[in-house]
């Protein structure tokens, strides 16, 4: 049986992190077999890559070395766990992928997206998710909401109007991929967001 790929975006305070385990426990409770990852991350040398690409020390870094080494990460990350796990009949859980490159590097630093769309071709050798769920919320709120909790990184250092240009090009994403991402407002209450989120997921794999 081949697995699920389901991938969570968004804005940085926007609730991903906690949405994606809320729905891990609630499928592995249900008896599927899930995995949890994330970018940039999921493998060995994908976490070394995501201590160079959010260490504030590397401040200098260009926008194409940042492009790079997103999609480095992501190939070493779907050879080694998505596509294993897809071929086992696994629900795969990713907070971020590809969308996260097209929003940050395309809208946030203004790169040509369509050098960033033939990267993604090398890169992903046509994986995609079956679902994608966006999670939308104002920028300003999404940071505030994560000032405190954790050490900023390299990108969190970005002005506002970065996360606002990131936000809009999320939102022109979901109007040319409808089918594929579902838009949630992010501003509601966790167990809301949760609910709605189980119903998007239940109503696919039935
Ligand atoms: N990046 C990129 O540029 N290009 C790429 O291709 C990829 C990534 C793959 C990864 O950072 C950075 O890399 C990210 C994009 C960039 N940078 N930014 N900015 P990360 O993995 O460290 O961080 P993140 O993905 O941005 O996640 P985050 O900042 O931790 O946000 P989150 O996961 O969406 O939110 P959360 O941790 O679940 O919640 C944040 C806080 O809000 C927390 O205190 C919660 O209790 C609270 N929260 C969550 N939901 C709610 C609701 N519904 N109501 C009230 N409060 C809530």
């Not at 992010?186 to 209450?189: K, N, W």
């Given at each position: 049986m081949k697995g699920i790929f389901i991938s969570f975006e968004g804005?940085?305070?926007?609730g991903k992190t906690i949405q994606s385990k809320l729905l891990c426990e609630y499928l592995l409770k249900k008896g599927y077999k899930v995995i949890l990852t994330e970018e940039p991350g999921g493998t060995r040398i994908g976490l070394k890559i995501r201590e160079l690409l959010l260490?504030?020390?590397?401040?200098?870094?260009?926008p194409v070395t940042e492009l790079l080494l997103y999609n480095a990460s992501r190939a070493q990350h779907i050879k080694e766990v998505i596509l294993p796990a897809l071929k086992r009949g696994f629900v795969v859980i990713t907070d971020r992928f590809v969308d996260s490159t097209v929003a940050y590097?395309?809208?946030?630093?203004?790169?040509?997206l369509s050098l960033i769309y033939s990267i993604e071709k090398v890169v992903t050798g046509?994986?995609?998710?079956d679902i994608t769920i966006l999670f939308d919320i104002d920028a300003e709120i999404g940071l505030k909401r994560n000032r405190g909790i954790k050490k900023s990184d390299r990108l969190e250092l970005e002005d506002v109007g970065f996360h606002k240009r990131v936000r809009s090009g999320y939102l022109e994403i979901v109007s040319k991929e409808p089918e594929r991402i579902k838009l949630i407002d992010?501003?509601?209450?966790i167990e809301e967001i949760h609910s709605k989120i189980v119903s998007i997921v239940m109503d696919f794999i039935n």
């Open positions: 804005i940085e305070g926007a260490s504030v020390e590397n401040k200098g870094m260009t590097q395309g809208y946030g630093r203004g790169i040509d046509g994986v995609k998710p992010a501003s509601e209450g």
